[in-house]
């Protein structure tokens, strides 16, 4: 049986070589002995038939995770309806560039009304010395002369005095150096806000609460520094001495026990400095601008009231030049206008309304800081507070010191309160 197959194998070989020769094609066949394994027989699959699983294998895959991304977008914004909130709002932009068109605004105008006003005081001055010593040139001219030019000269210098005390009345009532001090904070404080709006907008996530609190600022701005003069000017000769108030009032947080007092760059040991930075405030810079504001306004009343009375006087004195008492008019008319003149000076010149404005403010920038480290002081969550760190490298900078000069100066405090029991004699502002 196995010879009949060789010889069956062998035979078509042959036959298989002669008829591709005669076709004229070379092909090479390689027969191998077959091998018999009973009757196992294994087949590989097709690879179209396998390309065909794999396919359908990713086309699976990939419906899955479509839909379960889809079924977690949802379930998202269902459950998560505050994650749009942390995108801008276009209309809360819109009213914060509002706002900020309207403070450059401000800016524009009361800086422009500060020229003008720092115009007038000096005008005025020069302008109300002019004439009060013309008129005491005249007067003791008159005192030499007889007839009609002595009425001439002696009527013509009680004109001006009383032109001048007129002049002088008005002034000494708008303090025109005051009214340029006020413009010159309110275009600093405007400018200053238009500054943190810009911050604000930089950010990229303001809130409706920001522009609330903007409003308000404004507003606080304009009734603290108003633009007319009749009707809502500031009270130049106030009964008592108060800081200049020009922010909204911090809401009276009710004080209760805290549970976590760090965090957020807080620590009880930066509360401490804290409170020792406003208790050295408060005894210290704020109260001593208030004195030092109540020294220039007594010194700014006796002024004004002796200006207009000093011209009224000169006044009379030239008005009775000529009769029994001329001699003494005369000196009356001359030195008393002479005298004006040079409390005129005092005052505008020396702009003693100013001054007084000055160490109000100063006082209110002091007032301002202790509010503000006491707001934070009494949040009770400390997340909610401005971040501890950068709140006390602010509060440092405002009072132009260094971190460990802000640190020594409550140390200070602290030990002269319970090691000696009285107040520091340090000033915890260098700047002024």
């Avoid at 000093?310 to 001359?334: N, P």
């Amino acid at each position: 049986m196995a010879s009949l197959q060789s010889s069956s194998v062998i035979g078509s070989v042959a036959y298989s070589s002669s008829y591709c020769s005669r076709r004229g094609t070379t092909r090479a066949t390689i027969n191998m002995p077959k091998l018999r394994t009973g009757g196992l027989s294994l087949r590989l699959p097709a690879r179209d038939l396998v390309q065909e699983v794999l396919d359908m294998g990713a086309g699976l895959s990939a419906a899955t995770t479509s839909h379960v991304e889809k079924k977690y977008e949802s379930s998202t914004n269902r459950n998560s309806p505050s994650l749009g909130s942390n995108v801008s709002d276009p209309m809360v932009i819109a009213k914060l560039h509002t706002i900020m068109e309207a403070v450059a605004d401000r800016v524009e105008m009361h800086q422009n009304i500060g020229e003008q006003r720092d115009n007038w005081n000096s005008l005025l001055l020069t302008s109300i010395n002019a004439i009060t010593l013309t008129a005491a040139t005249m007067a003791g001219i008159a005192a030499t002369s007889v007839g009609g030019a002595l009425l001439a000269l002696k009527t013509s210098s009680t004109l001006m005095y009383l032109a001048a005390t007129g002049m002088l009345v008005v002034m000494n009532q708008i303090q025109p150096s005051q009214l340029v001090e006020e413009q010159r904070n309110a275009t600093r404080l405007f400018k200053q806000l238009h500054g943190r709006i810009q911050t604000t907008l930089s950010s990229g996530n303001p809130t409706s609460s920001d522009v609330e609190d903007t409003m308000k600022k404004v507003l606080a701005l304009d009734k603290a520094y108003p633009l007319p003069l009749i009707g809502v000017m500031l009270e130049k000769f106030p009964e008592t001495v108060e800081p200049a108030v020009w922010w909204p009032q911090h809401r009276q947080r009710q004080e209760k026990p805290i549970k976590r007092r760090d965090g957020n760059g807080w620590s009880v040991e930066l509360e401490e400095e804290m409170r020792e930075v406003v208790g050295v405030l408060k005894r210290k810079d704020t109260e001593d601008y208030l004195r030092l504001g109540k020294i220039a306004l007594k010194v700014n009343k006796r002024l004004s009231i002796s200006g207009p009375l000093l011209t009224g006087i000169a006044a009379c004195g030239t008005a009775f030049m000529g009769s029994s008492h001329g001699s003494w008019s005369a000196i009356v008319g001359v030195v008393a206008g002479a005298m004006a003149s040079v409390v005129n000076t005092m005052e505008h010149g020396g702009q003693v309304g100013m001054v007084f404005e000055m160490y109000r403010s100063n006082a209110g920038f002091f007032r301002l800081m202790e509010e503000t480290i006491e707001s934070n002081l009494n949040e009770r969550d400390v997340d909610r507070r401005e971040n501890g760190e950068l709140f006390e490298m602010k509060v440092a900078l405002q009072l132009g010191r260094s971190l460990s000069g802000l640190k020594n100066l409550a140390a200070a405090s602290s030990y002269s309160s319970f090691e000696k029991g009285e107040a520091i004699e340090e000033f915890a502002s260098k700047l002024f």
